[in-house]
């Protein structure tokens, strides 16, 4: 199991999911992928979709300890995801193309940029 730290040089490089919002440092995405949507988005070994699916514009972080009995992860819906840190907010939009990979995965896409909701136009 890799180690979650991140040294403050590392700051600068963390990236936030759009599709679960979980922080990372860039190369963690890059070298493991997402720990909740890698079976849907495929960002492992993939820089340029780790681009495309993870902002390094983000709001707010949430420590998130006991997933299942946290109010906050209730709050924030990211109940059903592993330990880790989370944004509040993700500024950015993904592309179409990984919203129809999404949809294809049986995944509901919830905008992490405060939104109610996805509206195609």
Not at 7 to 34: D, W
Not at 101 to 107: F, G, H, I, P, T
Request: aromatic content about 10%; hydrophobic content about 30%.
């Amino acid at each position: 199991m890799s180690s979650s730290f991140v040294t403050p040089g590392q700051y600068r490089n963390l990236r936030a999911c759009m599709v679960c919002s979980i922080v990372q440092p860039h190369s963690k995405f890059t070298k493991e992928g997402c720990p909740n949507c890698e079976e849907a988005i495929h960002l492992r070994n993939n820089p340029d979709k780790v681009e495309d699916c993870t902002s390094p514009v983000f709001e707010g972080l949430i420590a998130l300890w006991q997933p299942t009995s946290s109010w906050v992860s209730k709050w924030q819906r990211i109940d059903g995801f592993v330990k880790g840190m989370y944004a509040v907010k993700v500024s950015g939009n993904l592309p179409e193309e990984i919203i129809l990979q999404l949809e294809d995965a049986d995944v509901y896409y919830q905008p992490r940029d405060g939104s109610d909701s996805y509206n195609r136009e």
